[in-house]
C-alpha cells in the first residue's frame, strides 16, 4: 500500500493507526488527517524518538496496511 492510498481513506487507517501507536490521541489522528510528515512529527513527540526511527516506523505501518 502506498502513502496515497492511506491518505485517502485515512478515516478508515485511524484504527489502524492507533493500534499501532497507542500513546496518540484521537485528536492527534484527526489533526494528522492522512499527512505522512503530520504523522512521523507526532509519533516522534509522542514516543520520544529521532526522526529516523519515527520514519522507520511511519513507514513499517505504510507496507503492513491491510485495508
Given at each position: 500500500m502506498n502513502w496515497d492510498q492511506i491518505q485517502g481513506k485515512w478515516k478508515q487507517f485511524k484504527g489502524q493507526a492507533q493500534?499501532?501507536?497507542?500513546d496518540?490521541?484521537?485528536d492527534d489522528l484527526d489533526k494528522v488527517?492522512?499527512?505522512?510528515?503530520?504523522?512521523v512529527g507526532r509519533v516522534q513527540e509522542r514516543y520520544g524518538i529521532a526522526k529516523d526511527e519515527?520514519?522507520?516506523q511511519?513507514?513499517?505501518f505504510e507496507t503492513s496496511c491491510n485495508c
Open positions: 493500534q499501532r501507536w497507542g496518540l490521541t484521537d488527517d492522512g499527512k505522512r510528515e503530520e504523522l519515527a520514519e522507520k511511519v513507514k513499517e
